[in-house]
């Protein structure tokens, strides 16, 4: 099962096994990984389940679409490497994938 | 509530009515509501709106309720708009929480809010002759930027090159730009505020770095709406990360005549589902009843045949 490591803001880790299929935003919310809200359940709505990619892994997984770039406008404190993780599903190329929390979602 | 013969007051933060179906996807399409194959938001909202019309709702929109005590055997409910409702049912139906302007992050901000910084615009002409950053690239930082640009020295600036509101909207403020009339700062975010007891200037960076001062005397940040779950968590109510357990034979909470529907009520098998929510409130609307009219016997009836019900929907048969 591919691992995905969820980086607090204060630098606590968690290496998750995430089911394939699941979002990125799921394997945080159904394992409790705390700082990803998804207020809106995954509809690419809310931007709170904003993280930074990994510079390395940012070019790695399947480019934004243009709703989830709209999106981002919304994020707390968005860059370049700024994902909504409800828009990332997870395969086995997404084995390793690294991802950082914001400070906070809103 | 109007089928069974209660009255609803219905409060809500935000300024239209709809809660996340109209704030978040209003032009979404939605295919899983039940004898729809598919609806947006915006239909589904104005279609609920059609069907409770016989029932005469009222609506406080833009208020937010703050305070809730018991009172004999009522609810006394006060809102942020200094209204008092006496109710024995009180149903949260409060999605994740109350709609809320997202704000600018930098630690500053919070001390200039309402002087030199605003997330809304009430009165348009206390911004004439100002000098004025917009932030934000959806439809209100265009509109604004293009309508105070008329009487006021504006800077719009968002973190991209592209914006997302209307298309027509932001060829006018590129137009607008060209002409001298309105600045455009791309790919910028804010970095600092500078100013004592009034805003003096900001400073804005790019992802590169690159720093730009900004003389200014007022801040405008349209970032959209967040939701926060607000005064409710001061209510005594038992919550589990954010949401509200009930059980699922009436979805009371801990309290009696407190109810939780939807998004922020939470059991086994929950369903963050718009469908789950109808069935919810059905069965809590019915809870309702018990507890306000205790010495009537509910009643179940379907509305094909009841005219008790039929009469309530101001339909008129003629046999």
Known sequence: MPKITYIEHNGKSHEIEVPKGLSVMEGAVQNNVPGIDADCGGSCACATCHVYVNEEWFEKIPK??????????????????SRLTCQITVTDELDGLVVKMPSKQG | MGLIGLKAEVVDNLDKIGGQCIELYPDKPIYDIPALPSCTGESLTNNLLEQIKPFKTNFHLNERVQEISKEENNWKIKT????????PNIIIAAGVGSFEPRKFSIKEAEKFENNGIYYSIK???????????????????????????????????HRRNEFRGAEHSSSVARQ??????LKIKTPFQ??????????????????????????TDCILGFFGLIMKLG???????????????????????????????????????????????????????????????????????FTTTSKTLQGRLGIKKSD
């Not at chain 1, 770039?69 to 707390?76: H, S």
């Not at chain 2, 348009?124 to 105070?148: M, P, Q, R, V």
């Not at chain 2, 968590?233 to 699922?248: F, H, Q, R, Y």
């Open chain 1, 64 to 81: 934004k679409e243009s709703a989830e770039e709209d999106m981002i406008d919304m994020a707390f404190e968005p860059n370049k490497f």
């Open chain 2, 80 to 87: 942020s708009g200094k209204k008092v409702f006496i109710a």
């Open chain 2, 123 to 157: 009165d348009k002409t206390l911004f004439k002759n100002k000098k004025i950053c917009i932030f934000g690239g959806g439809d209100s930082a265009l509109d604004w930027a293009i309508e105070l640009s008329k009487f006021a020295e504006v800077t719009l600036v």
């Open chain 2, 176 to 181: 607008l730009e060209k002409e001298g009339k």
């Open chain 2, 190 to 215: 804010i970095s600092s505020i500078e100013g004592d007891n009034k805003i003096t200037s900001i400073t804005i960076k790019d992802e590169n770095g690159k720093i730009e001062k900004i003389p």
């Open chain 2, 231 to 301: 005064p409710i968590a001061e209510w005594g109510l038992n919550l589990d990360n954010k949401t509200i357990p009930v059980n699922t034979e009436n979805f009371q909470t801990n309290k009696e005549g407190i109810f939780a529907i939807g998004d922020i009520c939470t059991y086994p098998g929950k369903l963050k589902l718009i469908l789950s929510g109808f069935h919810e409130g059905a069965l809590a609307a019915r809870a309702c009843f018990k507890l306000a009219r205790p010495n009537e016997k509910y009643r179940f009836e």
